[in-house]
């Protein structure tokens, strides 16, 4: 009975991450639309992107290297996605739009 409910447990929260990916909300928009409490939303995320084959511990890192520029060029921090896109000119002024931007991005 314990492993049934389990498993149905899980299928619920592989359709919210589903409805949550095609819903183009954050996470935590997402989580208070649905009446979901964020910190289970994110302990069954990675609980369920550690499984084989879901993109979790065994999956290649999302952490980039991080490497010092010359002092030409703008100023302010770039940040350079794995796509090769690139956010130049950030600074305290719109850091926080860099944030949410890069939450959508997840």
Not at 61 to 82: C, E, I, N, Y
Request: charge should be positive; include cysteine.
């Amino acid at each position: 009975m314990l492993d049934q409910q389990t498993s149905l447990r899980q299928e619920d929260w592989r359709q919210h991450f589903e409805a949550w990916r095609s819903s183009g909300q954050s996470q935590r928009a997402y989580c208070e639309s649905a009446g979901l409490k964020y910190s289970r939303f994110c302990y069954w995320r990675r609980k369920l992107e550690g499984e084989p084959g879901q993109g979790g511990a065994g999956a290649a890192s999302r952490f980039v290297p991080v490497a010092l520029g010359g002092t030409g060029g703008t100023a302010g921090l770039r940040v350079v996605l794995p796509n090769g896109a690139e956010l130049q000119g950030i600074d305290a002024d719109n850091l926080a739009l860099v944030g949410q931007l890069l939450a959508r991005l997840s």
